[in-house]
């Protein structure tokens, strides 16, 4: 059974880093093409894309993220990471992680309803 389970959550300063990880388990052993990602949500609002890293090592970032945020994933390929750097209260959310069964396709976007897998979230609270 396919588990994804994100640590590294809480609250910071504006300004100050954070490294998220998500735990997969009886994912990338039994899938040899795949794409894990990370999405974050604030009240109200729907969940959108953050960045993304898939089986061929390509990774995808939304909007202006990359250059704060750096998505990666250790040798054994059981852990998803999220450095985020210079965090923005605007970067207040729940960030789940998520994966699915099949890589990118070239110039394809994070979509929510493209995961099958998905972690319970952990919270980011960034104050100014």
């Known amino acids: 059974q396919v588990q994804l389970v994100e640590s590294g959550g809480g609250s910071v300063q504006s300004g100050e880093s954070l490294r998220l990880s998500c735990a997969v388990s009886e994912f990338t052993n039994t899938y040899s093409r795949y794409l894990m990602a990370w999405f974050r949500q604030t009240p109200g609002k729907q969940r959108e894309g953050v960045a993304g890293?898939?089986?061929?090592?390509?990774?995808k970032y939304v909007g202006s993220l990359e250059g704060r945020f750096t998505v990666s994933e250790d040798a054994a390929k059981t852990t998803l990471y999220l450095q985020m750097n210079s965090l923005k209260p605007e970067d207040t959310a729940i960030y789940y992680c998520?994966?699915?069964?099949?890589?990118?396709?070239?110039?394809?976007?994070?979509?929510?309803?493209?995961?099958?897998?998905w972690g319970k979230g952990t919270q980011v609270t960034v104050s100014s």
């Open positions: 890293i898939d089986s061929d090592g390509v990774t």
């Open positions: 998520a994966a699915r069964r099949y890589p990118l396709f070239p110039e394809e976007g994070l979509w929510e309803n493209t995961f099958t897998y």
